[in-house]
């Protein structure tokens, strides 16, 4: 393990994850645990910049998206696995970052410009916006840090966050005369965004995904609701799968080559309607999911196994964290 590079993800404990989660990221950081010392921690903390005042459901939502990850293959004996608020050394090295972070550097990032805009659009009271939502870049920055990071895999959407905290990174180096952090660098996936079934982004309270954890008939009613090419309107007219931006693009993700000409050919001469279609993606995806959803009602058996995971993974990750912070005190010159 010494000698590989290190990654480092994480996602907010938002509950059930999707289909744009399992292909935009997961599948990624699966690839990645066998050729890299890989950290993936659920972002508790950061689940508390906009729901401070929601947490009757975080422990569930917690659990959900921990055995979501465990069913997509992220394996707790080959990546290290926490729970942010578990491993103190952040929060101490979010508050050694936040002194040297330039506050114009924290207000230019695109997430809470928009967020702000949204609350002003709205008229929510902006007293709503906390200070620790204005430091979630730097908290951030801290997460990526804690283990002196060399490759962050996320988003598109994640990006901009990433290049902030290689500024921070630059920045603390800078300051105090040394080459102590390594500037992470994001870690993009090949896959293309997967949309929501109606066409927007994919996300849960769009009510537009599909997921990981969804039985059989819940996927087969929702492919039901896709969009499809508009201008096909009665089963004989003939398709266009290129005017069909979900239900196709879905097929070409799903679907082997020769599947996916079939389903062109057959839309394009009409010999199949947008009702079969649906019906036969559905078996492909849930055919693909099929052994995701076995692992997890398995794994749904062991009622401790979650928290389990969390505290080796914490504990793991602790020794790493602490011997990063150690160097930080050292470097900031602390008095010891
Ligand atoms: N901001 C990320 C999200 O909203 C989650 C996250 C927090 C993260 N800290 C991170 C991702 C560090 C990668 C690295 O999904
Ligand atoms: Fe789309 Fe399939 Fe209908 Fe063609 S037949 S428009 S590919 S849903």
Known sequence: MENKKRIMSGMRPTGKLHLGHYFGVLKNWVNLQDEFESYFFIADWHALTTKYNQTDDLRQNIEDVLLDWLASGIDPDKSTIYLQSWVKETAALHIYLSMITPQNWVERDPTLKDLAKIMKDKQENMSNLSYGL???????????????????????????????????????????KTDYFI?????????????????????KSFNND??????????EKK????????????????????????????????????EVS????????????????????????NATLAPLREKRNELLKDKGLCHQILTEGSKKAGIKAKE???GVVEVVKMYK
């Open 210 to 219: 599909i997921k990981i954890s969804d039985s059989d008939e819940i996927t």
């Open 223 to 258: 492919v039901k609701t896709a969009i499809t090419d508009r201008n096909r309107i009665r089963k004989d007219d003939k398709g266009n799968p290129d005017n069909c931006e979900v239900v196709f693009e879905y097929w070409k993700i799903f679907g082997r080559d020769d």
């Open 134 to 176: 204005f430091g979630y870049p730097v908290l951030m920055t801290a997460d990526i840090l804690t283990f002196n990071t060399h490759f962050v895999p996320v988003g598109i959407d994640q990006v901009a966050h990433v290049e902030l905290s290689r500024d921070i990174a630059r920045r603390f180096n800078n300051i105090y």
């Open 324 to 326: 990063v912070l150690d």
């Open 262 to 285: 079939e389903i062109s050919t057959a839309c394009k001469n009409a010999s199949i309607g947008c009702a079969e279609c649906k019906k036969r993606l559905a078996q492909k995806i």
């Open 183 to 203: 500037e992470p660098q994001p870690k993009l996936t090949q896959i293309p965004l997967l949309k929501g079934l109606d066409g927007n982004k994919m996300g």
